[in-house]
């Protein structure tokens, strides 16, 4: 599943290549990812795209001298963006791209596509079929955006905000930092490294972190998260250029997935528990 660092990666290569180019065409292959908006396609085609934002994992594009129209983007579990330019390289990211992803557009599993008038060409694909491109008025794309708490790598992020929220908060510190209505972009991959970095149990109730452990906790996440979004580029791949080199911030991983192995600060086997109903990855003997 894409979490934060993986959109934010397609948010910054998207915006190089398609900010400024007008959809000249637009092709729904399946309805379910446009919401069955009958007016897709119409609303859609001939209109420029201004920007790309993100709150979350949620991409918000708008367009040139359109106060009130907006698309939200949501990769959800398998959702891809691939962007094929005038020159026909191809290049992608969102969920893992692998060795046998058919990249022949479209093909079985493109949801919509975006033809652009310089020939370029933009493929929304999503095997699950959870994803969504959706389109929305200023008061929906507000709405939509309310949902989201702030998120760690934020410059205004406020850790005496962080800290009284976590006081109110009668439940483990993992669901907390699940919840997006609280801290937005910290997926479970990120908590548990999050976690393990600050020496805090996942299992430890959010109301008995200090304030201290607070601050520590709201810094590493920030952390974590820009040096994912730092090494996400290579996630977007040019598979023409690299042949689909596949470095990522897996490399970085301390915890997760790092079950029955030994801690890389104590030695201690490193357990796999379920909290909050994810897979959690920690350290009984460092994470207290
Ligand atoms: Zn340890």
Do not use: W
Not at 30 to 48: E, I
Not at 64 to 70: A, M
């Amino acid at each position: 599943m894409p979490e934060l660092p993986e959109v934010e990666t397609v948010r910054l290569q998207l915006l190089h290549k398609i900010v400024l180019k007008t959809i000249q065409k637009v092709t729904v292959y399946h309805t379910k990812t446009t919401a069955h908006n009958p007016f897709f396609v119409s609303t859609v085609t001939g209109k420029t795209i201004a920007h790309i934002d993100r709150i979350g994992k949620l991409l918000i594009m708008s367009f040139t001298g359109e106060s009130d129209l907006f698309l939200l983007v949501h990769l959800k579990m398998t959702g891809q963006f691939f962007y094929i330019d005038n020159q026909k390289q191809v290049s992608g990211g969102g969920h893992t791209i692998s060795a046998t992803n058919n990249l022949d557009f479209p093909n079985r599993h493109t949801r919509v596509s975006f033809e652009f008038s310089d020939t370029s060409t933009l493929y929304f694909n999503d095997m699950r079929l959870f994803g969504y491109i959706k389109v929305a008025n200023a008061m929906q794309m507000n709405a939509a955006k309310q949902k989201f708490g702030p998120e760690p790598i934020h410059e205004l992020f406020s850790v005496d905000d962080f800290y009284e929220g976590l006081q109110r908060r009668k439940t483990t510190i993992k669901a907390v930092l699940l919840d997006q209505s609280f801290v937005a972009g910290l997926g479970n991959i990120y908590v548990d490294e999050s976690l393990y970095a600050a020496n805090i149990s996942p299992l430890r109730l959010s109301c008995s972190l200090t304030m201290s452990e607070a601050g520590r906790l709201a810094q590493i996440a920030g952390n974590i998260m820009k040096t994912a979004i730092s090494v996400g580029g290579t996630t977007f791949q040019h598979f023409v250029d690299t042949g689909g080199d596949n470095g990522n911030y897996t490399d970085y991983l301390k915890v997760f997935g790092k079950q029955n192995t030994p801690c890389s600060q104590c030695g201690t086997i490193i357990s796999k528990i379920r909290v909050a109903g994810r897979g959690t990855h920690y350290c009984s003997n460092c994470q207290k």
